[in-house]
C-alpha cells in the first residue's frame, strides 16, 4: 500500500465481482428486483433490510408530509454539482449562468421534472443529477400516491419561518440543518402522508455498473507500467491507456448528459476528475468515506468546514452559506488516525511482529 493512493487493479475489480456472487442469498440479481431504468446499472443491491431502508427514506421527506427533515446534504456537495453543459459554477457560461442572486420567473419542465418559479438562482441550470438527488427550498415534491389534499403536489421550503423551516417543525430537531436533504432513493410517487400513500419498494445498491466504469478508469489511470492478469487459461494484459480511460470514465457522464475526457488531460487532472465524480455519482452510497481514505486525503478534504444556507433566517437572508448552529456538527472529529481502524488487541498479541495501525498504539 503506497503512502499516496492505494492503486486499484483490474484483478481485484474481478475478485470483487467473483466474491459478491459466492455469497448472494442476501442479495436479488437486477432481473428479479428492479424497474427497467434501474436494470441499466444495479449489478448487486442488497435487499434483506428493505424496510428499514424504506424508513431511512422517511427521514428525508418534509416533516409536514410524515417525515423527519433528515439526510442533510452539506454545501460542499450543492457547489460540486456541474452546471447543464458540465462547467463548474464557478466557470458558468452565458448561455447557463449561475447566479447568487435573484429567482426563477417561471416554472421549466425536463425529463419528468419540474423546477418551479421562485426557486434561487443557484438551482437553476444544473446537471440532471443535481435535481435526482437533492431536496432544496422551493423544490417541488410530487408524492404522487397519496389522494389527500395538502399531501401531493407540494412545494417545500425550509425557511426559518416556513412550515418546514426551524421555527415550525414539531420537534426541535426535525429541520434540515443544512437547508437541504437527499431525495436520490426517492420515487416520484413515493409519499408518506395521507390516503393511499404508499412507496416503492427499493434494494440498496452494492455494486453498480458506474462504480464498475468508474473504478476500471482509476486503475489504468494510476498504472505504471504492463500488466497481465490471468485468470484460468485466459490472459489479459492491461496498461495505461487513455483511450480506455476515457472510453470507461465517459459512460457515466454522458448517461448524466455532461461532457466527458477529452483524452488530452495528464494523470493527476484525471484522478481529480475521477475524484469529484465519484464524490457526485455515489453521493449517500456508503462510498466516500472510504474513498477518501485510500486516496489519501481524508484530513485534507474531511477538514473543510461544513457549510449550509442559513436555516436560522427567513427567505430574505436564507440564501447565505453560514456554519450551522447545532453540536452535531461542532462535535464532528477529524484525526488522521481515524484513516485507519485499529486492529484488535488479541490478534496484536498473537503477533508480536504485527505493527498497530498508527494513532491506535496505546
Not at 436555516?311 to 456538527?329: K, Q
Request: aromatic share 12%; net charge neutral.
Amino acid at each position: 500500500m503506497s503512502n499516496s493512493k492505494n492503486k486499484l487493479t483490474l484483478a481485484g475489480l474481478l475478485l470483487l465481482a467473483l466474491g459478491s456472487m459466492s455469497s448472494c442469498k442476501d442479495f436479488l440479481a437486477i432481473d428479479e428486483y428492479f424497474s427497467d431504468e434501474l436494470k441499466l446499472d444495479t449489478v448487486f443491491a442488497h435487499t434483506r433490510y428493505v424496510e428499514a431502508y424504506m424508513w431511512n427514506a422517511a427521514a428525508m421527506f418534509p416533516e409536514k408530509m410524515s417525515g423527519y427533515n433528515g439526510m442533510c446534504v452539506t454545501q460542499k456537495i450543492i457547489d460540486a454539482y456541474s452546471m447543464v453543459d458540465g462547467r463548474s459554477i464557478n466557470n458558468s457560461s452565458a448561455t447557463y449562468p449561475y447566479s447568487e442572486s435573484e429567482y426563477t420567473n417561471s416554472v421549466k419542465t425536463f425529463s419528468g421534472y419540474r423546477l418551479n418559479a421562485g426557486v434561487s438562482n443557484m438551482y437553476a441550470n444544473r446537471e440532471m443529477r443535481f435535481y435526482a438527488s437533492i431536496g432544496f427550498s422551493e423544490r417541488y415534491w410530487p408524492m404522487t400516491s397519496s389522494t389527500s389534499s395538502g399531501y401531493y403536489n407540494q412545494t417545500i421550503t425550509y425557511y426559518y419561518d416556513s412550515p418546514d423551516g426551524k421555527g415550525n417543525v414539531s420537534s426541535p430537531n426535525d429541520f434540515p440543518i443544512t437547508g437541504y436533504v437527499l431525495t436520490k432513493f426517492i420515487h416520484p410517487s413515493d409519499a408518506w402522508g395521507g390516503t393511499n400513500a404508499r412507496r416503492m419498494e427499493k434494494g440498496f445498491p452494492i455494486i453498480r455498473y458506474a462504480e464498475i466504469l468508474l473504478s476500471y478508469a482509476e486503475a489504468l489511470n494510476n498504472l505504471t507500467a504492463s500488466h497481465t492478469v490471468q485468470i484460468g487459461e485466459e490472459s489479459q494484459t492491461v496498461e495505461r491507456n487513455v483511450s480506455e480511460i476515457k472510453k470507461a470514465f465517459n459512460q457515466v457522464r454522458y448517461r448524466a448528459g455532461l461532457p466527458g475526457l477529452s483524452g488530452n488531460e495528464d494523470a493527476n487532472t484525471i484522478q481529480q476528475a475521477i475524484e469529484k465524480e465519484r464524490m457526485i455519482e455515489f453521493l449517500f452510497e456508503n462510498r466516500r468515506y472510504f474513498d477518501v481514505r485510500r486516496w489519501g486525503i481524508y484530513e485534507q478534504t474531511e477538514s473543510e468546514v461544513i457549510k449550509g444556507m442559513n436555516v436560522e433566517g427567513t427567505r430574505n437572508v436564507y440564501y447565505m452559506r453560514v456554519i450551522p448552529n447545532t453540536s452535531r456538527i461542532g462535535a464532528r472529529i477529524v484525526n488522521k488516525r481515524l484513516a485507519l481502524l485499529p486492529i484488535p488487541l488479541n490478534e496484536v498479541r498473537l503477533l508480536p511482529s504485527l505493527d498497530q495501525n498508527p494513532g491506535w498504539e496505546q
